[in-house]
């Protein structure tokens, strides 16, 4: 079965960090550009940040610039998002996501595949 699988949310206070994983399995994400993206209670899901395949190129949305840093193990099939300086409005579900193409800024250009999400609660 084809799937991505995202790990490590939890809950955090403002100032903390977290690493979030996205594993996938059935697929090799070699050939993948893979963005996360996340949803808030009551918002639509936006895009987080990106990597390229190579893992060379990667684009991060303003509100995280300097604070997520996205990497991939290639040979271990994950990406990874660290997640640094956490404040209370990065509360949300993400989701990891990946497209057969390219990133379009901080967000993979027509998906094929999605994670279920994990949820990371920022709060003191």
């Known amino acids: 079965q084809l799937q991505l699988v995202e790990s490590g949310g939890g809950l955090v206070q403002p100032g903390g960090s977290l690493r979030l994983s996205c594993a996938a399995s059935?697929?090799?994400?070699?050939?993948?550009?893979i963005g996360w993206f996340r949803q808030a209670p009551g918002k639509e899901r936006e895009g987080v940040s990106c990597i390229s395949r190579s893992g060379g190129s990667t684009n991060y949305a303003d509100s995280v610039k300097g604070r997520f840093t996205i990497s991939r193990d290639n040979a271990k099939n994950t990406v990874y998002l660290q997640m640094n300086s956490l404040k209370p409005e990065d509360t949300a579900t993400y989701y990891c996501?990946?497209?057969?193409?390219?990133?379009?800024?901080?967000?993979?250009?027509?998906?094929?595949?999605w994670g279920k999400g994990t949820l990371v609660t920022v709060s003191s």
């Open positions: 059935g697929f090799t994400l070699d050939y993948y550009a």
């Open positions: 996501a990946a497209s057969p193409y390219a990133c379009r800024g901080y967000v993979p250009y027509a998906i094929d595949y």
